[in-house]
């Protein structure tokens, strides 16, 4: 990727970082200094953390500027992914939205599908999506395997907390990250808790969208 493409692309997430900032709310003189403070400490914090990762994917870009500067769908997955960049303190959904940019330039959809798929990044913890990529294809866990042996029978929950044991007191939140996941479409149940044979165990339950949104996301499309 040519240097001048990439200054483009920075441009832009400059461009949208500021309008996201500004679009931070003023009052009294007591929240106009929480503002300021937010706005010179955390929120910049965030910009320059998501212009670092933003950089290091378009250095890898093959790409012409020409090609990058009038590429619409960029264009929007920047102006989105910049405001949902600085308002999480979590980087590591800030490698998701700079992957989902990069993928923009190449992908199929249209920019309503694009923005969807934004929204979804936007609204979902980091355990929403990695459920969701464990349900993908459970057997890619090594924990997964050996659980599919040592099983009769049990739920998909089961193999599940193997995987992530840390999630085994939180059962409630994975039942509520499923329920949401399966209404947007993403998994092709809303309950982990039905018992079934150790092959049900460990298949896979997310829809085709479920599909393109984790691979909206990877780093390599």
């Keep these: 990727m040519s240097e001048k493409a990439k200054q483009v692309a920075l441009q832009t997430a400059e461009i949208s970082a500021k309008t996201a900032l500004s679009m ?3 009052g009294g003189a007591l929240i106009t200094s929480v ?3 937010i706005k010179s400490n955390c929120a910049q ?4 953390e998501w212009q670092n990762v933003i950089e290091e994917r378009l250095s890898k870009v093959d790409e012409s500027l020409e090609n990058i500067g009038t590429n619409e769908n960029f264009t929007s997955a920047m102006f989105q992914a910049t405001e949902l960049a600085i308002k999480t303190a979590e980087n590591k959904k800030r490698i998701y939205l700079a992957n989902a940019v990069i993928n923009s330039l190449t992908c199929p959809f249209e920019e309503s599908i694009i ?8 609204k979902y913890s980091l355990w929403h999506i990695k459920i969701l990529d464990y349900f ?3 057997l890619k866990f090594e ?6 042996s040592t099983y009769m029978m049990g739920s998909p929950k089961t193999v599940l907390y193997d995987v992530y044991p840390e999630l085994r007191d939180k059962d409630e939140y994975v039942n509520r990250i499923v329920k949401e996941l399966y209404a947007d479409g993403l998994m092709n149940t809303g309950g982990l808790d039905v018992i079934m044979t150790g092959d049900g165990m460990v298949a896979s339950r997310v829809t085709d969208m479920g599909k393109e949104f984790i691979k909206f996301i990877a780093e390599e499309n």
């Design 24 to 26: 931070i709310p003023v």
């Design 35 to 37: 503002w300021d403070s």
């Design 45 to 48: 914090k965030r910009l320059d």
């Design 115 to 122: 923005m969807i798929f934004f929204d979804m990044i936007g």
């Design 136 to 138: 993908q294809n459970p």
């Design 143 to 148: 924990i997964a395997q050996k659980s599919k």
